[in-house]
């Protein structure tokens, strides 16, 4: 399996503008996770997905955020309108989980900047 | 607050030397996971243990459990310049389908 991948590695966009990230879970997993890394706030968890439903999305910022997932196979984290305190790295997670957690497998993140 | 917290923060040690890392959390978990970031990389999962054991090893790692003092320490015997990373613990409660990240440990290993 290639792992979770995530799209586009690297977004460099202007305040106010619509940004969309991308994930695509492992097959056969049934979680999904978006986190957001920061070096002052550490990781934080914004939304978590199980069998394609949002359970948990008390950590999305602000209405600004929105998660989706359509299908098994795809997610996407969409911030509209963006600004410069949204410059983080942005990953997507995946396991097998239910109602416990288990081991996670992470994207290689996307690095979103905006200015 | 954090449920998972690291402990130190950052550590410095010589290749070939072990390193111990610390997690400490708040409440009763189901089971609590360790996790390696390489710089610019994402999270990978190095080792779980749940909340009915005291240890487990995976090479090179020794993990334990204390759930009576809710910590948990990380072990990496006979160092090598390529376990620096950021190790983060994560602990997962009962009936909550995610889990909880601490702030992480940045270790480097000199050669």
């Known amino acids: 399996d290639a792992g979770v991948i995530q799209s586009p590695r690297h977004e460099v966009t202007e305040m106010g503008q619509e940004v969309t990230l991308r994930c695509k879970p492992i097959?056969?997993?049934?979680?999904l996770f978006w986190y957001r890394q920061t070096m002052m706030r550490g990781l934080e968890l914004l939304i978590y997905?199980?069998?394609?439903?949002?359970?948990?999305d008390s950590g999305m910022p602000e209405d600004r955020f929105s998660a989706k997932m359509p299908n098994a196979s795809f997610s996407t984290l969409k911030i509209q309108p963006s600004e410069p305190r949204d410059s983080a790295v942005y990953f997507c997670?995946?396991?097998?989980?239910?109602?416990?957690?288990?081991?996670?497998?992470f994207g290689p993140g996307t690095r979103l900047t905006v200015t | 607050s954090q449920q998972g917290e690291e402990d130190p923060q950052a550590l410095s040690i010589q290749e070939g030397e072990n390193a111990t890392m610390n997690c400490s959390y708040k409440?009763?978990?189901?089971?609590l996971q360790w996790y390696r970031q390489n710089s610019g990389r994402g999270l990978v999962h190095l080792i779980l243990?749940?909340?009915?054991?005291r240890e487990k090893h995976s090479g090179r790692l020794r993990v334990t459990l204390d759930t009576s003092k809710k910590s948990s320490s990380l072990l990496i015997t006979a160092s090598r310049a390529a376990d620096t990373a950021s190790y983060f613990c994560?602990?997962?409660?009962?009936?909550?389908?995610?889990?909880?990240f601490g702030d992480g440990t940045t270790l480097t290993v000199k050669p």
């Open positions: 097959s056969g997993h049934n979680s």
């Open positions: 997905f199980n069998n394609n439903v949002p359970i948990d």
């Open positions: 997670a995946s396991s097998l989980g239910g109602v416990t957690s288990y081991e996670q497998y």
């Open positions: 994560a602990t997962a409660l009962t009936n909550a389908g995610k889990s909880t």
């Open positions: 243990i749940r909340s009915n054991e």
């Open positions: 409440t009763s978990i189901n089971n």
